[in-house]
């Protein structure tokens, strides 16, 4: 168990619909990121936080959004979704703006 | 382009053996190197990392090999067991940020 705790595990949608992904960091990591895999694919980095403002982003789609709370938990709402969408989201945190990151379960998405 | 490859998408290994697994990168612009090891619905774990002005880190069974010049990444398993099986990423550290950039992965099996 990393510590990093992401839900909801599972997800399924329909195309045009948003959801939001809820991540909890490790307790004292200030810094959280976000990937995403799709099948077969690395994972892709979407953006990062640390203790609440955003310090880097990634390839991360106009439609996606994030941000993270006072309390370091963290959100991803993702809104028109597509079917191209359906992924793998997972959270990381960090204790350091640069450290080795620590891995949720991740969230699977499907969107139908 | 910060690009991370790992141009082998899997590996079959004899317990006991040694499993040599390769990451190529294609911009100088990375300052450290992690190796990252999943399981099947699990999120990554961290596994050994390397800073750029290394050429070898050790941990265990583990080592990491950095060729500079090559622009190169192996992590070296000795001797290799079957709970290693596993899909394993290499990510570098883009230089002067807090962005980590994956490769697709390699799924190791060793063999009993």
């Known amino acids: 168990d990393s510590g990093v705790t992401q839900t909801p595990k599972h997800l399924i949608t329909a195309t045009g619909q948003r959801v939001t992904l809820r991540c909890s960091p490790r307790?004292?990591?200030?810094?959280v990121y976000w990937y995403q895999q799709s099948l077969d694919q690395g994972l892709q980095f979407l953006i990062q936080?640390?203790?609440?403002?955003?310090?880097a982003k990634g390839n991360i789609l106009e439609r996606f959004s994030a941000q993270q709370f006072p309390d370091l938990h963290s959100e991803l709402n993702l809104s028109s979704l597509e079917l191209g969408d359906s992924a793998l989201y997972f959270c990381?945190?960090?204790?350091?703006?640069?450290?080795?990151?620590?891995f949720g379960e991740g969230s699977r998405l499907t969107v139908l | 382009d910060q690009q991370v490859k790992q141009n082998s998408p899997s590996l079959s290994v004899q317990e006991g053996r040694i499993s040599i697994l390769n990451c190529d990168y294609t911009?100088?612009?990375?300052?450290?190197f992690l190796w990252y090891k999943k399981y099947p619905a699990e999120g990554p774990t961290f596994l050994i990392s390397?800073?750029?002005?290394?050429d070898k880190n050790e941990d265990g069974r583990f080592t990491v090999f950095l060729n500079k010049s090559a622009k190169h990444l192996s992590l070296h398993i000795v001797p290799s067991q079957p709970g290693d099986s596993a899909v394993y990423f290499c990510?570098?550290?883009?230089?002067?940020?807090?962005?980590?950039?994956f490769g697709t992965g390699t799924r190791l099996k060793v063999l009993a």
């Open positions: 990381a945190s960090s204790p350091t703006l640069t450290g080795e990151l620590f």
């Open positions: 307790s004292g990591d200030l810094s």
């Open positions: 936080y640390y203790n609440g403002e955003e310090r």
């Open positions: 911009n100088s612009m990375f300052d450290y």
């Open positions: 390397i800073s750029s002005i290394k």
């Open positions: 990510a570098a550290r883009v230089s002067g940020t807090y962005k980590y950039i």
